[in-house]
């Protein structure tokens, strides 16, 4: 779905406070923050204020706004009571690049190896593994009692010389109230807490004397890559990342505004990307400096085989579920919740038809929806998945999803794929434009369904989709860092 006027205008208002406070915190040395906030990651994942449904209601804004504010409060104060630093380990084997990276994200062990990035022996990298809850084999933390009340009362002062000067020149608009709202609750919750710690100790391991050339992260939208380039920025080293998931249309509101990088937000140097389309989609977010080597991720290798195999039988023997696949986030669970109920509402037309879900095994999922699974699984008016996605998409007619990767899989594997759309929801579509692989939840219905067994991806259509992949390209890898950003093998 293309962007509404209300997302462009928030984006606008976001890029307009991140500078300003950035500004403002200059003499702090806390301008880096608002570049990390929920408001210059822009995520749909973290708040429903980005979604089109927003506050449409006054008093439930009004109500919204309240709340946010109370339970940030709260957790603020709890957090400033008992928050210890993080834990992290360090692997120094005296290589040219230090790679931070969330434990998340990691194979948890003792080298810290991840999907995201193939390692090649003769092509080392230093590690910093940290996590924001897990004990490890080191913690860190610089901000004590004072230093906290310190730095909250700065950035306190600066949010409310920001809200001054828009009501005096009358561009407090809700736009504008909205994104504030939502820098309020990440800065009240003093969430900030883990961004400081983790700035100052990478800078200060990289100012000591390490003598790194590059600084890398393997996600390039999180805020803890954007720490990275600031102190890579700061320090005058490479800053290097990776693309991590599909970049489309929708989604270039992640990426920087055109006027944040005037104001000097820092930026990758080299960023890899899948293809040729995505760099030219970016390029228009970064600043001309910005390099865009293509790559394809270690995390999609399998997928080069998946489009050589046979498209399944048209006779579809054995298979007799529909098969709802979620993704990571609490609206995607969301769409499927509706979509599904929308099934059982209307009755089961077709008999031997079953519902089968498959929500993803770390989805946010929100209280209502996890009640609805719970209360639909108990029924038996579906059935959740305990088998592995192989299983699962070997005995399905037809692949039906919001936002995951999972219905291109399918499609790969010549499965029926259809995603459903929501206008509540800031929702881009991973298949190819159009309603033969797209439906809006109001028109979602046991014959839409139907007639989507017969909707077999062609091989253009599987094309296009590894094209979008990468798949032609050299894997994202330690050697292919090496190599693009012009570093030698090893120090000597």
């Given at each position: 779905m293309a962007l509404t006027v209300r997302a462009k205008k928030l984006i606008d208002r976001a890029a307009e406070l991140n500078t300003s406070l950035a500004e403002k915190l200059k003499s702090s040395g806390l301008s880096f923050l608002p570049w990390v906030s929920p408001i210059g990651s822009r995520s749909p994942e973290e708040t429903e204020a980005w979604h089109p449904s927003y506050g449409k209601n006054f008093l439930s804004r009004i109500g919204k706004y309240i709340f946010c504010i109370a339970r940030s409060l709260a957790k603020g104060t709890w957090y400033f009571l008992t928050y210890k630093g993080f834990g992290y380990i360090y692997i120094n084997e005296a290589n040219d690049i230090l790679l931070v990276i969330p434990d998340e994200i990691t194979d948890h062990s003792p080298g810290g190896k991840t999907s995201y990035l193939s390692e090649d022996e003769r092509f080392g990298i230093d590690k910093i593994v940290f996590s924001r809850s897990k004990r490890m084999d080191r913690g860190f933390t610089s901000l004590s009692y004072f230093k906290k009340i310190k730095i909250f009362t700065a950035i306190a002062s600066a949010?409310?010389?920001?809200?001054?000067?828009?009501?005096r020149k009358r561009k407090?608009?809700?736009?504008?109230?909205?994104v504030l709202i939502i820098f309020l609750e990440w800065?009240?919750?003093?969430?900030w807490y883990l961004h400081i710690d983790l700035y100052l100790f990478v800078k200060g391991l990289v100012s000591s004397g390490a003598p790194y050339k590059a600084l890398a992260a393997v996600h390039e939208m999180h805020f803890y890559s954007k720490l990275i380039w600031q102190v890579a920025k700061e320090e005058s080293l490479l800053a290097v990342t990776g693309q991590h998931a599909m970049v489309i249309p929708e989604k270039l509101w992640y990426f920087p505004h055109r006027r944040e990088i005037d104001a000097g937000v820092a930026v990758p140097d080299v960023f890899f990307v899948y293809s040729e389309t995505t760099?030219?989609?970016?390029?228009k977010n970064y600043p001309d400096s910005t390099e865009f080597p293509l790559?394809?991720?270690?995390?999609?290798?399998?997928?080069?085989d998946i489009a050589k195999i046979p498209q399944p039988p048209k006779d579809m023997k054995g298979r007799e579920y529909v098969l709802f696949v979620g993704?990571?986030?609490?609206?995607d669970t969301a769409i499927l919740v509706e979509a599904i109920d929308n099934l059982l509402k209307i009755g089961q037309e077709t008999a031997n038809i079953k519902i089968k879900m498959r929500p993803h095994p770390h989805a946010r999922v929100r209280m209502r929806d996890k009640i609805w699974i719970s209360k639909a699984s108990r029924l038996r008016s579906i059935e959740l998945s305990n088998g592995s996605l192989a299983d699962d998409l070997e005995k399905s007619?037809?692949?039906?999803?919001?936002y995951t990767m999972v219905l291109r899989q399918a499609a790969l594997l010549g499965l029926p794929v259809l995603s459903v759309q929501s206008d509540k929801y800031m929702?881009?579509?991973?298949?190819p434009e159009g309603e033969k692989w797209n439906v809006q939840i109001g028109d979602f219905c046991w014959d839409r369904l139907t007639r989507q067994i017969d909707a077999i991806p062609d091989e253009a259509m599987k094309e296009n989709l590894m094209k979008d992949l990468g798949a032609g390209n050299a894997e994202f890898s330690t050697k292919l860092i090496y190599e693009k950003c012009d570093i030698r093998e090893k120090r000597s």
């Open positions: 949010i409310t010389k920001d809200v001054l000067e828009k009501i407090a608009d809700v736009y504008y109230t909205d800065f009240l919750s003093q969430s760099k030219e989609m970016l390029k790559c394809y991720s270690p995390r999609f290798k399998q997928w080069k993704g990571l986030t609490p609206y007619l037809v692949v039906v999803g919001a929702h881009p579509s991973v298949l």
